[in-house]
Each structure stands twice: as structure tokens, then as C-alpha cells.
């Protein structure tokens, strides 16, 4: 199966170098480049690529921005951040905006590679610096506040745990030998509950509140809502 893959960033020698190195793989065929923001949605739209790569700083509409108006018309489109940046509150806009990845500009091909194929099968894709800020954030912020156990139910960290780990509600169902809809009724609680608002959000609360693994350097799933 042949992942699209758009490219979005304001300097030609990165989508030239991108377009080289995926088009290595097979798997891949980069459907477009764009140079700035406003051009990447509009070719998201246009092109309805499985994988976004997006630049953060791009003129005319910012990469969050951008983000948010790719996922925001078509959720089953995946961004992945590729920046020159990793500090703490540039991961977690992204992830707020929609994305589900954030590499650093510095990484190999080989983690790009990986990462692009994660998220285009509904995973979570971070770079280890990017989750290693994301732990520590949690860590400061998390003095004084309930735990996991002790704020949701059990029944509420079983379903928040596979949602984290790629099921979909069907399979959830059919895992908890519960309907759909029950499920579907779960999602929703976790979200009001912990005030998070898209099962991306869901799965980083997951790794950070050790509810789901985090394996070094990349990942976790996100799901197609079905």
C-alpha cells in the first residue's frame, strides 16, 4: 500500500532533500510540496494526502495554524512536525493543533522513515527529546494533582489504555465484550474528565500517566474514530 505524502516547508532545499530521501522508499509517493501554510492546506484538501510532513515557521499561516485547518477538514489526514525546534510548548501546540508526530529538523532518515509509516497506520510518533519535555512538563505539573488511579475509574484506564494503543471503538467492544456505543460513552467521559479533547491528547495523558508504555524514541496510537 503507497503512502501520500505531502511536503510543507518555506525552504526548497528541505522539500528537495525530503522528496530524495522518501522517495527511496517504495512505500512512499510524495503527491506535492508547499511553501508556506496557506499553500499546504489547500493541497492537503486538494491531494487528500495520508501524511502531512509540516514546517513550524512557514510565512502567510504558521505550521499550528496550518495544522489545524488540515485536521480540522479531514481528520483521517496525519501532520507530522518537522522543526528546527523541540521545546516544550512548540510540541504540545502541535499536538494540540491536531498533529501526530514532532521530529526534530537533526533526525536520521531512518527515524522520518518510521515515523511516517506510524502515523499513517494511526500511531503517535515522537521524538525522543519531544517526549522526554512532555515527561518533564507533566512531572512539575502533576504535584499535588490526583493520579490517574485515583481519578478515573478502572474500567476508565482499561478503555483509555487501548484507545492509546490504536484500537478503535469496535475493536474495544469487542476486546471488553461490551457495545460500541458503551464505549463510545467512555471516550467521551475520559475526555470530560480530563478535559482533553482528541484521542491523540488522550494517548500522550496515557504514556505520561504511565497508563501506556512508552517505548524509547517514538510512538503510540491514535484512532480512526469508526
Request: proline share 3%; net charge negative; aromatic share 4%.
Amino acid at each position: 500500500m503507497t503512502i501520500k505524502v505531502l511536503l510543507a516547508d518555506d525552504h526548497r532545499i528541505v522539500r528537495e532533500g525530503l522528496r530524495a530521501c522518501l522517495g527511496k522508499e517504495e512505500t512512499f509517493e510524495v503527491v506535492g510540496e508547499a511553501e508556506n501554510g496557506r499553500q499546504a492546506v489547500e493541497m492537503a484538501a486538494t491531494l487528500q494526502p495520508a501524511v502531512v510532513i509540516m514546517d513550524i515557521g512557514m510565512p502567510d499561516l504558521n505550521g499550528f495554524e496550518a495544522t489545524r485547518q488540515i485536521v480540522g477538514r479531514n481528520p483521517e489526514i496525519r501532520v507530522i512536525a518537522l522543526s528546527m525546534h523541540a521545546e516544550e510548548h512548540h510540541v504540545s501546540e502541535m499536538l494540540r493543533a491536531g498533529a501526530s508526530g514532532y521530529l526534530k529538523k537533526d533526525c536520521g532518515f531512518g527515524e522520518l522513515v518510521q515515523a511516517v509509516k506510524d502515523v499513517a497506520g494511526g500511531k503517535i510518533y515522537l521524538s525522543q527529546g519531544a517526549a522526554g519535555m512532555l515527561v518533564q512538563k507533566h512531572a512539575a505539573a502533576a504535584q499535588g494533582e490526583p493520579s490517574a488511579s485515583t481519578l478515573l475509574a478502572p474500567r476508565e484506564r482499561e478503555v483509555l489504555q487501548l484507545l492509546a494503543e490504536g484500537k478503535n471503538c469496535k475493536e474495544i467492544a469487542r476486546t471488553l465484550d461490551v457495545s460500541t456505543k458503551t464505549v463510545e460513552t467512555y471516550r467521551a467521559r475520559l475526555m470530560s474528565k480530563l478535559n482533553l479533547y482528541t484521542v491523540a491528547e488522550l494517548t500522550r495523558y496515557a504514556i505520561l500517566a504511565s497508563i501506556s508504555p512508552l517505548e524509547a524514541g517514538k510512538n503510540h496510537s491514535t484512532e480512526n474514530p469508526a
